[in-house]
């Protein structure tokens, strides 16, 4: 080796040490929030707030990533050849389409009678051929496929490298040092300018990049072929210099050169019912570079270009559908992406970084976790997962916690699609379970956690999802129930499908509109924005029309019930799902109920619907223990008999969470029931059903049985080493739905009261969390010691008056002229 090698070596060497140092202060120095957000392990030198790892992605269940809300990329940090894999939120199979079935008018009566009479089975055949909607299938998630990105630096295996995804920037960085120097890679998505940026640079030796084109494509998803026999995520192995195709451009697609310094790459969505596509999408890369790109005018063939001699290399890539709105495809989606990527282009690449930074923080910094570590958080991310469930982590669910902040602000921002089944990330155009909006539990789940942790915001597209569905569901009451009002079943997509799918033991369920319903009136009572109670009242008021005309009253004279419908997802000992009065209906049917009232009451409206909510309320059919000490999931106790003892779904406890019909204080009794019925179907489910067993116990006040399942959550059966959720496969609401359970064993509010570390485990003696938010419009920081609260504040509105509970001692507090109330910690008893 010789001397002037050494020399550029070491001087290499240094430069990478020091821009990953000033990255990080750079970062911190932009914090506003107090140092507990950017607090730094002492011997790793990382951000609690970072994940990072010491190899690129082998696999897309190891890539990492990045979001505005309406674009996403995974990012995979390979040396050899990068890959960013793309997607847009409105990119989803077929065109606008109604699925509403006129012959389940007729048929109704007839498999309500089936029902009554214990004809379970021909009630379901009955309903398969005349109550479901056509097509049987709502339409898939789709992707916007692969960019790649060949590089002449990755011919070897680096001797360092790193890749990090910090939370608090929602910034990527890819670093490592070969023999020619030093090579980074910044990327993100910014809101601001709606573009994904990726920033290369170079020091010694210069860039050599040739870019290709992957179309949409299928793909082969992992489940049991990424786990081992003990159902442990695989580590598969550093594949180095990686590389893949581009292969053929789809069928109706196209790619060509859009100025000197950009291409254009268009396409139509994959083919929903009856073969339709109805949407056209668009791609531009626009390279910003001190290299060569002449190169982009002539020489592009095979869906490659070059780039030759760089120092630097920026990519602004935009991504638009001809979506506007569900029943609107007329939108320009070329005319959009040339736009956004000409304007960011006049922007300096410092700009865009800052402005992005700036705007994320503007969320993310709403509220700080600190549960304490241990010297495991000094770990890379993967080897913390892989450890998860055998040694102690407290950072590791702290870091869980902000993922899910971080993904929650990527994929749900006010203007975008909800987050789906994926949240924005999906690898190809058939993704399991479509990628959907799963509203049996899913898609309520997603939203679980954001108004807790300070993202209000991001419930925005939830409440168009229902606004959307309000008028979707209005045309499928009248043509399936001859009903007023408006439903919606267990599934719905971007073109708000809202008949019955799937088939009768899955989609005969009429709540799915309901639920939602009380998903944003939690988010009302959160915020107490009486704009959005003003948006929501219409649509509580009409999914209360659709009940009062389709309850009817139980045979045997125990109330009012809904018929047909099913417990979701679960059968019961007939041979079936089918059936009438399950306890989730009833439940949910419940809150419509009495949130619309509360709704009327604080608006001072006083519509004809209103008294006969009124009535019908108190005789909804009551919640029932079975012989079994069990709370009974159905009308009948049947639970027992139940064919699968340990089904994922705890339907019929929707009244103790996300509900508090059911809690400690009021119904003691329904709550020991509710105890042996979550014994009864075991802690660990899949990735969802295990967080939801999570927000159960935290509810429950049972804080150290809570956390035992939290840390299979967090483990390597449960979570991939990017930290996604596995069902498997990936499902974001796991990540949520964990989060919800963390946050729920620090404060709960319902019942008109605030608890204070209601469930803390042992196993999180010291911290201190900022920024949480109460029922009420409070937000509430704490600091705790040795298991004991040390200090608490409350903030909102000045005059805001509120009980707070600490560990049996009830305080009634009101916050002073400036909106505050420290709080006296009392003596607490046992």
């Known amino acids: 080796m010789t001397k002037k090698l050494i020399v550029n070596q070491m001087a290499a060497a240094a430069k990478f040490n020091r821009s990953r140092r000033n990255l990080m202060l750079g970062m911190a120095g932009l914090v506003g929030t107090p140092s507990l957000v950017m607090a730094q392990n002492s011997e790793s030198g990382k951000s609690t707030n970072t994940l990072w790892y010491r190899q690129p992605a082998s696999c897309w269940e190891e890539a990492l990533p990045l979001g505005n809300g309406r674009l996403g990329a995974m990012v995979f940090g390979r040396v050899g050849q990068e890959r960013l894999q793309l997607n847009e939120d409105t990119l989803w199979a077929g065109a606008p389409y109604t699925p509403d079935n006129p012959d389940a008018r007729a048929a109704l009566p007839e498999v309500r009678q089936l029902i009554a009479d214990g004809k379970y089975k021909e009630a379901t055949d009955l309903a398969s051929t005349y109550m479901m909607g056509n097509p049987l299938k709502l339409m898939p998630y789709g992707s916007l496929g692969d960019v790649l ?141 001190d290299g060569r790109l002449d190169l982009l005018t002539d020489t592009m063939k095979n869906n490659r270009m070059t780039v030759s001699e760089a120092r630097t290399v920026t990519l602004l890539i935009a991504a638009a559908t001809s979506y506007v709105n569900y029943h609107d495809v007329s939108g320009d989606p070329v005319a959009i992406v040339r736009r956004q990527t000409e304007q960011a282009a006049t922007k300096p690449y410092e700009l865009l970084k800052s402005n992005h930074i700036r705007d994320h923080r503007v969320l993310f910094n709403n509220m700080s976790i600190n549960l304490g570590s241990t010297t495991q958080a000094a770990q890379a991310t993967d080897i913390r997962i892989a450890a998860a469930e055998t040694t102690e982590d407290p950072a590791l669910s702290a870091l869980y916690v902000q993922y899910a902040r971080y993904l929650m602000i990527s994929s749900s921002r006010p203007g975008t699609q909800p987050a789906n089944l994926q949240g924005i990330w999906n690898e190809g155009t058939n993704p399991p379970w479509g990628s959907k909006y799963t509203i049996n539990i899913n898609t309520q789940m997603n939203y679980w956690p954001a108004d807790p942790a300070g993202l209000g915001a991001c419930v925005e597209p939830l409440l ?72 929501l009242f219409p649509v509580m008021l009409g999914a209360s029309a659709f009940f009062l005309d389709t309850l009817i009253e139980d045979p045997k004279g125990r109330g009012l019930v809904t018929s047909p419908s099913l417990s979701p997802e679960n059968s019961h000992p007939f041979g079936t799902s089918v059936c009438a009065a399950p306890a989730m209906d009833r439940q949910i049917v419940r809150d419509l109920f009495k949130n619309t009232l509360e709704a ?162 042992a196993a999180w003696p010291s911290g201190e969390v900022t920024g949480l938010r109460a029922r009420g419009g409070m937000s509430v920081d704490m600091q705790w010691r040795a298991g004991k609260l040390v200090s608490a504040t409350l903030q909102g509105l000045p005059g805001t008056s509120a009980r707070v509970s600490y560990r049996g001692v009830r305080m009634d507090v009101s916050l002073d002229a400036k909106g505050i109330h420290r709080l006296k910690i009392p003596v607490a008893t046992t």
């Open 464 to 535: 168009r999802l229902v606004e959307d569905l309000a008028v979707t569901g209005a045309k499928t009451a009248r043509t399936m129930y001859n009903a007023s009002g408006w439903v919606t079943h267990h599934n719905t997509d971007l073109w708000r499908a809202a008949s019955p799918n799937d088939g009768p033991r899955w989609g005969l369920w009429p709540c799915g509109g309901a639920w939602l319903c009380n998903s944003v009136w939690d988010h009302y009572d959160y915020s107490r924005d009486a704009d959005v109670l003003t948006r």
């Open 600 to 761: 009327a009451r604080l608006l001072k409206q006083q519509p004809a619907l209103i008294e006969r909510i009124a009535r019908a309320l108190p005789q909804i059919a009551s919640d029932r223990i079975g012989h079994a000490g069990q709370l009974q999931e159905w009308l009948d106790d049947w639970d027992t008999q139940a064919p699968d003892q340990r089904h994922r779904h705890v339907s019929h406890l929707y009244a103790v969470y996300p509900s508090n019909q059911i809690n400690l204080r009021d119904t003691p009794d329904l709550l020991q029931a509710a105890k042996n019925s979550l014994r009864q179907r075991g802690d660990l489910a899949t990735g969802w059903g295990t967080a939801w067993r999570i927000c159960l116990w935290a509810r429950m006040g049972e804080g150290d049985h809570a956390h035992s399942i939290l840390k299979t959550l967090t483990g390597p059966k449960r979570t991939y080493p990017n930290m996604f959720d596995a069902h498997p496969p990936f499902q974001i609401d796991g990540n949520f739905g964990g989060s919800a359970g963390v946050l729920e064993m620090l404060l709960q509010s319902w019942g008109g009261e605030v608890f204070l570390l209601p469930a803390l485990p």
């Open 149 to 289: 990105l060949t590089l002449n630096n990755g011919a070897v295996q680096p001797t360092r490298y790193e890749r990090q995804l910090d939370l608090s920037t929602a910034i990527n960085l890819t670093s490592f040092q070969t023999a020619d120097g030093v090579f980074e890679r910044e990327t993100f998505v910014s809101a601001q300018d709606q573009v994904i940026v990726m920033h290369m640079t170079a020091e010694q030796a210069r860039l050599g990049i040739e870019l290709a084109y992957r179309s949409p494509r299928k793909v082969k998803y992992p489940s049991s072929d990424y786990q081992g026999a003990d159902g442990l995520t695989k580590q598969t192995p550093v594949d180095w210099l990686k590389t893949e195709l581009a292969g053929e451009l789809s069928a109706g697609s196209t790619m060509a050169a859009d100025g000197k310094d950009a291409i254009l790459i268009t396409g139509s969505n994959e083919p929903g019912a009856g073969g339709k596509s109805g949407l056209r999408y668009a791609l531009r890369i626009k390279l910003v570079s």
